[in-house]
């Protein structure tokens, strides 16, 4: 599948760059046509050179044409057949025999071009064309090496004097034949690697998006298993609570037992939330509220939004957004309650939101000792976690990133031993 892709993609892009050295190639054609006849006086057969030059000139305007209107036609550039390449590049052969022809063979300099036809096959073109083109290659060389139109100007040599014209020809068909080939091959392997790296983001969006997705079966069969037992609990809680108001037990007790309801209900919410939107987060629709409305649903479902220290302007609280509220909501404030956990009990976690450019940045700052490299750098991996045993699976900063980057957006984490953490989530304002 990587090869197939990374195929077509050298095909689509080197059909456009091969367009452009196609110019490039009838100009440096009409420019040495016409130093040869202006400025050496040399005696050329002018006009079917010009038909050659012409000719590929027609050929090229065609070749872009073509690729321009098949991008119109379909819905995004249409990769070109490798063959309409290969009958391209081997009609540039042609073209260049035709002129060795009339310009001495190959005791013409710029019959090292040969070579550079050659090299962009090998690099445009799969392997039984570029087979067939250099077999092609071979052909017209040999043709010309027999049959051409001598140049009496290129037969003769230095004089130890002065450079000849052969050798002065030499030097220039040597540094255009170097220049060309360097310069194509580098912008193709720099373009090919950039395409390399979306596919390769691409492809671990996907995986990220799959694991999200069995999470998420993962969440709600969990949800509906321990439905029954919290809901057997939180009877018995209810139960226990009447029968110690009815015993006179001490208050300490009949607290503690509040408590033990009071969590059983926060417990059956976050298993709700978790049966109820585990689907939701890949296909969620789109909201439209503004900041405040979204941050007031944040912070409503944190246990101590008190501790929350939000830093938001009155005028950005009015501003627009667009966001899948109920799986960027969690995500934010899985990402705050990470923050508080790694507070002291009583300690502030700083949230601030401010527009950046085109996007919102949602900056969380905690109180909590820092991290070391080692575990910055697993930071977000799923069910890695440095909390105590019971107290969180490491499953937060994964989702949160993961909804964020499936959103076009970034989350970052910066921590040093010592000094807290500051996870800074940049999302598009849409």
Not at 142 to 159: D, F, G, K, Y
Not at 197 to 224: D, P
Not at 259 to 277: K, V
Not at 319 to 347: C, F, T
Request: charged fraction near 20%; aromatic fraction near 6%.
């Amino acid at each position: 599948m990587h090869a197939d892709v990374n195929r077509n993609a050298a095909v689509s892009l080197n059909a456009a760059w091969l367009v452009r050295l196609r110019w490039l190639a009838a100009a440096g054609q009409l420019a040495t046509v016409l130093l040869a006849l202006g400025a050496y006086q040399i005696q050329l057969p002018l006009a079917p050179l010009l038909g050659v030059v012409g000719f590929t000139a027609i050929t090229n305007l065609a070749l872009a044409w073509w690729l321009r209107h098949r991008q119109g036609v379909v819905a995004g550039p249409e990769t070109p057949h490798p063959a309409l390449l290969a009958a391209v590049m081997a009609v540039d052969l042609a073209s260049l025999t035709m002129l060795l022809y009339f310009t001495g063979g190959v005791t013409n300099p710029f019959a090292v071009f040969f070579l550079v036809n050659l090299a962009l096959a090998a690099v445009v073109l799969p392997r039984p064309w570029a087979w067939s083109l250099t077999a092609g290659a071979v052909i017209c060389f040999a043709m010309i090496l027999v049959v051409h139109r001598p140049v009496p100007e290129l037969e003769q040599r230095s004089n130890g004097q002065h450079m000849s014209l052969w050798e002065q020809g030499m030097l220039a068909a040597f540094f255009g034949c170097a220049t060309v080939t360097t310069y194509f091959i580098t912008r193709l392997t720099k373009e090919l690697r950039r395409r390399e790296n979306e596919l390769r983001i691409a492809e671990q969006q996907r995986a990220r998006s799959e694991r999200l997705e069995a999470l998420a079966t993962l969440a709600a069969g969990a949800g509906h298993e321990l439905a029954s037992p919290l809901s057997t609990i939180a009877v018995v809680a209810k139960e226990l609570s009447r029968h110690l108001v009815d015993a006179d037990a001490p208050a300490s007790v009949r607290e503690d037992v509040e408590l033990i309801r009071s969590e059983l209900d926060h417990c059956r919410n976050i298993l709700h939330r978790m049966a109820g939107n585990a689907g939701q987060m890949m296909g969620e629709e789109v909201s439209h509220l503004t900041i405040g409305e979204f941050l007031d649903d944040v912070l409503s479902g944190l246990r101590r939004p008190g501790l929350i220290d939000l830093q938001v302007s009155d005028e950005d609280r009015l501003r627009p957004i667009q966001l899948p509220l109920q799986s960027m909501a969690q995500s934010l404030r899985g990402v705050l309650q990470n923050a508080l956990d790694a507070s002291a009990p009583e300690a502030t976690v700083q949230l601030r939101v401010v527009p950046e450019g085109e996007d919102w940045l949602f900056e969380t700052r905690d109180q909590g000792s820092g991290m070391t490299p080692e575990t910055l750098a697993r930071a977000g991996e799923p069910f890695f976690t440095t909390k105590d045993t019971g107290q969180g699976m490491g499953m937060g900063l994964f989702l949160a990133r993961s909804v964020v980057e499936r959103l076009g957006g970034s989350l970052e984490i910066e921590s040093t031993p010592g000094n807290g953490a500051v996870v800074s989530i940049h999302l598009p304002a849409f």
